[in-house]
């Protein structure tokens, strides 16, 4: 057992031997006596006491842990550095200068271990030019596939000769050679009799008659300057013409089975104003007055009118929302609020509304009239004062603010259990 423990003490001692021993300067922070001390090292074997304590510490460590101590990355299993071969360290080698400019970048790089920017820009700054370059890589254009440019349809000298599309569009525009329809454009070609019949019908027809999009035929008709002469238009009888204006234009394009922007077109083209609507009713000018003075609200409600029909005469006229000033209150009507009127009646005659009347009256502190107001009876008064205004309004099915001013105004204290101060 002991033999196997010295065994373990051992191996860990030895992998933790580069930390203390690896370095030029090193520190070694140990445990004596509960307190630490600190040793610098300057390339000196350690004494016999440090190296116990070191074999007893490192014994205690997983190697997870020890790996984290001594700053060792630790791989990850399974994983595989690709296209490193060698580690490079940071200084060039000898042996990694005169390679530069021999071989490609690439190649370097990869039995180098570094980056292909930094051999780039070593090769660079040792003034050598690159191995191999764009043009050289670059796949040189033959005489025979030049030749064939222009003779054969781009997709099929691609296929020929292994080069993208892209690739031959650009070598024959450079060379300004022009094209050679492909097999789907000369099976499609536009043929003699197609071509007769554009502009002599609508486009629509000649496509479903052809069996080409519309939009194709139209593009073909614009592109051979031919003026469209054929289109589905119906044409405006004097009949129609005369029904423009007698009714809304919805009302006569479903009559006439147009469309209605059809019909406002042709109403504008003609001069004739939209029809009046006969429930319209003009704007007088004490009415425009009340805009400056009232909001659209109010101004709706006195007049008849929908607030949208207001806002958009009063947007009409430019006239600003107006800043409604605080109404002061009379004493008169503070002497209303006292419990004479309730406040639904009393906001209608005071022209104001139910919560400006509630916020004064709770103001003044002056109580609301009840419009069921309860007769108080002597036996009613005598619970006043023995239990709590609560429970006693329970039990008389009133508020409890309702009883609490009745027992204020006879004076009566309220209730105050036994024993309580």
């Known amino acids: 057992m002991d033999t196997d423990k010295n065994k373990r003490f051992d191996a860990n001692y030895s992998e933790s031997k580069t930390f203390c021993f690896g370095a030029r300067r090193c520190r070694a922070i140990y445990s004596s006596r509960g307190l630490f001390s600190q040793l610098t090292l300057a390339g000196k074997i350690m004494t016999k006491p440090l190296t116990e304590a070191a074999k007893q510490y490192v014994a205690t460590k997983s190697r997870r842990e020890l790996e984290r101590i001594l700053h060792q990355p630790r791989a990850a299993a399974g994983t595989r550095k690709r296209n490193r071969i060698l580690s490079a360290s940071r200084l060039w080698q000898k042996w990694e200068v005169a390679l530069l400019g021999k071989i490609s970048d690439g190649e370097l790089a990869k039995q180098t271990g570094r980056a292909i920017a930094s051999v780039a820009f070593k090769r660079r700054s040792e003034g050598l030019p690159a191995k191999t370059s764009l043009r050289k890589l670059a796949r040189m254009w033959k005489e025979h596939e030049t030749a064939l440019l222009g003779k054969i349809s781009d997709e099929e000298l691609a296929r ?58 139209q593009a073909k008709r614009k592109k051979l300057g031919i003026s469209y002469t054929a289109a589905l238009r119906r044409g405006w009888p004097a009949a129609e013409a005369k029904l423009l204006g007698t009714a809304p234009d919805k009302v006569i394009a479903r009559r006439l089975n147009r469309s209605e922007k059809a019909v406002t077109v042709r109403r504008i083209r003609l001069g004739i104003q939209a029809f009046a609507n006969p429930d319209y009713r003009m704007w007088q000018k004490w009415e425009d007055k009340l805009l400056k003075h009232c909001r659209d609200k109010e101004v709706a409600a006195r007049l008849n009118r929908s607030p949208g029909s207001v806002n958009q005469r009063r947007l009409r006229l430019g006239i600003p929302i107006p800043k409604l000033r605080h109404r002061p209150w009379t004493r008169r009507q503070d002497i209303l609020l006292v419990g004479t009127i309730p406040d639904q009646l009393l906001a209608k005659r005071l022209d104001r509304s139910v919560a400006a009347i509630k916020s004064r009256r709770r103001f003044l502190r002056d109580p609301a009239l009840n419009p069921y107001p309860h007769n108080w009876a002597r ?43």
């Open 160 to 217: 020929r000769t292994g080069r993208s599309i892209g690739s031959i569009r650009l070598r024959r525009i450079l060379r300004k050679i022009p094209a050679v329809p492909g097999r789907w454009k000369s099976e499609h070609a536009w043929k003699s009799h197609e071509l007769a019949l554009l502009g002599k019908l609508p486009d629509k027809e000649i496509a479903r008659k052809i069996g080409r999009p519309a939009d194709a035929v």
């Open 379 to 421: 036996k009613d008064d005598a619970l006043l004062g023995r239990a709590p205004d609560t429970q006693i309004a329970r039990q008389l099915k009133l508020s409890r603010h309702g009883i609490r001013f009745r027992r204020v105004s006879l004076g009566i204290p309220a209730f105050r259990p036994r024993g309580a101060n």
